[in-house]
């Protein structure tokens, strides 16, 4: 059997999965910024009649997955598989959000790089002709995450410059063996990267190195380059996280600075809405490629993309035990033609 | 194409994948129970060496997968994938393990059931000819997991007698394209069952639904029987949860007395070693699993088995909050022979 490989960390899918619906729903912070216009629901109030954080989560998860299933016509009993994962301790989030579904379910940790590990394996599992249908999901909130990570939202505590802001708001693809694109074409599947940062205050700075490592590779492995896309972006690298790759990369003679972006400058008017370095969490991937990645895709005002979520892979517990910050970043190569 | 599909939660694989090599390595309350005899490496330290019970984790995890690799002849390099998860606050286990291995890394959270949805998702990866040689891993540490789902260890808290003993250990098994077998078959994947159990103390009873739902409907999906298997063994539901089992599989016209049993019964002598209702953790079922079953069936003792490992899917924060405990169970067959 000859292998879908093409180099060390890369396949090429033989018959790509076509997404053929999706779904997002955010916060009333990201319903205010500048990618409004693409989001399917915006919550008027991040607790949606739910009585706790994490309960509210669940049901933004839950909603976003069952709204892009009947956005494709079917109902969850056509879905073979659901992969999804989220940021919460034990991934409560989406374990809760899958018990109302139904519809077996492979959970994941891949912390904000949840997006593309889910669409990496889902699309691998219909390549491999295990199912028609999966559904690929995930989602944060910005305040079942800040308490969990940080300090209690009650503290007001003050905010550094490289800190980045976790979006509320939850994301979900509908992935088919059949459809007319866009299709998941390539799948680049990252290591993890620690180069020792530990400010968890810094995490586009923690996580950059991975991305490099990842699109390097990716480059490698196609034998494309940077201009073959019309966007290449990261997940929540943010300000900081922004610069390294551009740097970092144009030393390995990949020049991106004509179509690199990241979900989490394009979420927020870091200005105007006081978000700092960005947005973050794995919400941010996920509404930023289910509505304005998917919605250009579909009006072809964009025919390539190069997602890349990025994930920091500590816990609050490693970080009081003096651990650096692992990274990773899972990369898919989105497409509305294949050849 | 034709899926590769049988029934509405079970794959049969074209090309089943190898088990080339295992590992499993346990602390020394393991090394002293009925299956001492199949661990490659008993710690007479569950610390390892290690300042912390999280660190000690990564390393019996770290040194479980390089120990399974080396016994297949094989080096880091030559695996295409790591799929591992374990029970801790964003998986820092398989972080810090997977960060000194430089392999592609697919970071699961399946609580329990890690050891079976690692093998499912890695066996399928193969079979759909994404990659020659994957690696799947799982572990849990009794003080790590103690001090994050429970109590402090200080306290000494009484445990009541549901409650199960989480297994110090880790596991791995190396998955490759083509070999002698054991091999993987079947893949049934199961749903989020949760009939309503809130006591953290009987993780049994919350988990044995889950368990009967994946295992009738493995029988409905391919045609097999009970008697059709020489051991049908779940993960760590313990004396609680076999009862259940037992009880409840009889009324769906499945009779398992004469060859199920559980790994959570099996690594402890429950008296002896005052294990109250039986061993648990992501640990349990990897190294009775990686230990036991896989050098039975080398020893042709065992010749078909079902493993049928089983997650608790909840967290602090969703008890702390009310909510029951989602349950699920993912098995897969095990065969010494494909026809």
Same mark, same amino acid.
């Given at each position: ?176 063996s059949t459809g007319n694109g866009p299709y998941i074409t390539y799948i680049?599947?990252? @290591? *993890?990267? &620690?180069?020792?940062?530990? /400010?968890?205050?810094?995490? $586009?700075?923690?996580?950059?190195? +991975? #991305? ?38 144009r030393k390995e003679g990949y020049d991106l600075s004509e179509n690199y972006?990241?979900?989490?400058? @394009? *979420?927020? &008017?870091?200005?105007?809405? /006081?978000?700092?370095?960005? $947005?973050?969490?794995?919400?941010? +991937? #996920? ?53």
């Amino acid at each position: 059997m000859a292998l879908k490989r093409i180099g060390a960390q890369t396949v090429k899918l033989s018959n790509p999965p076509s997404i053929i619906s999706t779904a997002s729903i955010v916060g009333p912070k990201e319903g205010e910024g500048p990618l409004k216009d693409y989001f399917d629901i915006i919550l008027e109030d991040d607790m949606w009649g739910q009585e706790s954080f994490e309960k509210s989560e669940a049901k933004i998860q839950e909603e976003a997955i069952k709204l892009a299933i009947s956005n494709a016509n079917l109902s969850p009993n056509d879905i073979e598989y659901l992969f999804a994962g989220d940021l919460l301790n034990q991934i409560i989030t989406s374990s809760y959000s899958a018990r109302q579904l139904n519809i077996p379910f492979f959970g994941l940790y891949g912390a904000c790089s949840t997006m593309t590990e889910s669409l990496s394996l889902g699309a691998m599992i219909i390549d491999g002709q295990f199912a028609d249908k999966v559904v690929c999901a995930t989602s944060s909130h910005f305040s079942s995450a800040e308490r969990q990570f940080r300090f209690p939202l009650e503290y007001g505590s003050q905010r550094t410059f490289s800190a980045q802001w976790t979006v509320t708001g939850g994301g979900a693809t509908v992935l088919s063996s059949t459809g007319n694109g866009p299709y998941i074409t390539y799948i680049t599947t990252g @290591k *993890i990267v &620690d180069l020792g940062i530990v /400010d968890v205050n810094n995490m $586009g700075g923690a996580m950059a190195p +991975a #991305a490099i490592d990842t699109i390097s590779q990716h480059f490698k492995d196609t034998g494309y380059n940077p201009v073959d896309y019309d966007l290449i972006i990261t997940g929540d690298l943010g300000l900081v996280g922004k610069k390294i790759i551009l740097d970092l990369l144009r030393k390995e003679g990949y020049d991106l600075s004509e179509n690199y972006s990241d979900c989490g400058i @394009k *979420i927020f &008017d870091g200005v105007e809405q /006081d978000t700092h370095a960005g $947005g973050s969490g794995c919400g941010c +991937a #996920a509404v930023v490629f289910n509505g304005y990645i998917y919605k250009e895709m579909m009006k072809r005002n964009l025919n390539r993309v190069l997602l890349i979520a990025t994930g920091a892979l500590h816990s609050s517990i490693s970080t009081l035990q003096g651990e650096s910050i692992p990274g990773i970043a899972h990369a898919v190569t989105i497409d509305n033609m294949i050849s």
